[in-house]
């Protein structure tokens, strides 16, 4: 626990400092960063969020590369809220974490990911 907020506070001003993502984070109505993890945008300004196709198409995942701090907690959380709880897309979604990234499969989502982050002020 204590080691949690120590983290929040240095990513707190880091991030304040540095990113127009934070800026907009900050701008939330909850009026500060409250999560564990951050998912700082591309050089291209854009989310980092990713769709893989493989096995020749029957396979489709969508990944948020490099997450900052701990992507499990962003993981857990896309898992319980991306979908309503009892919707067929929940039934589908499984996320995994590989390192700094998060993966999701079951379906062709990215969409839907990159609102939920940004509904989330990144
Ligand atoms: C990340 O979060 C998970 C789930 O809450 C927790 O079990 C784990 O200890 C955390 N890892 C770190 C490095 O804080």
């Given amino acids: 626990m204590f080691a949690r907020c120590l983290w929040g506070v240095r990513f707190f001003s880091q991030a304040a400092l540095s990113?127009?993502?934070?800026?907009?984070?900050?701008?939330?109505?909850?009026?500060?960063i409250k999560y564990p993890f951050f998912v700082p945008r591309n050089s291209n300004g854009n989310l980092p969020v990713y769709t893989d196709i493989r096995n020749g198409g029957t396979r489709i995942l969508v990944s948020i590369r490099n997450v900052d701090g701990n992507a499990s907690v962003l993981a857990e959380e896309?898992?319980?809220?991306?979908?309503?709880?009892?919707?067929?897309e929940a039934q589908r979604i499984k996320i995994k974490t590989n390192h700094n990234h998060v993966v999701i499969s079951g379906g062709r989502w990215k969409q839907e990911v990159v609102e939920w982050l940004k509904a989330k002020g990144f």
């Fill in 78 to 88: 896309l898992a319980s809220t991306l979908f309503a709880p009892t919707s067929r």
């Fill in 19 to 32: 990113t127009d993502a934070a800026a907009q984070a900050l701008k939330t109505p909850a009026g500060a």
